[in-house]
């Protein structure tokens, strides 16, 4: 509905709850990146797809994440074939 701040505040409660849930860490990457906090967006998304590397694939398309696709960053995360990292693979 476009109230990012408020979604902002939702997320950061779902995260405290479960630091592992790929798909809020994936969400909160999309609301930052539509704020402009792009570095913070990047953490968030490395992190959604560590915890579950299909992820990397809807990134690839999402318009949410178009403001930090220029990103050297956001590059070489989508650009890898391999899991950037350890953890279990959520839905």
Not at 11 to 33: E, F, G, K, P, V
């Amino acid at each position: 509905s476009g109230d990012h701040a408020g979604a902002l505040g939702h997320l950061q409660r779902a995260l405290t709850a479960d630091a592992n849930n790929d798909h809020a860490h994936y969400i909160m990457a999309a609301a930052l990146s539509l704020r402009g906090r792009g570095e913070e967006a990047l953490e968030h998304l490395q992190r959604s797809i560590a915890l579950n590397p299909e992820n990397r694939s809807q990134a690839r398309q999402d318009p949410d994440l178009e403001n930090i696709r220029s990103h050297e960053g956001f590059r070489a995360m989508i650009d890898s074939s391999e899991p950037s990292g350890r953890g279990p693979r959520r839905r």
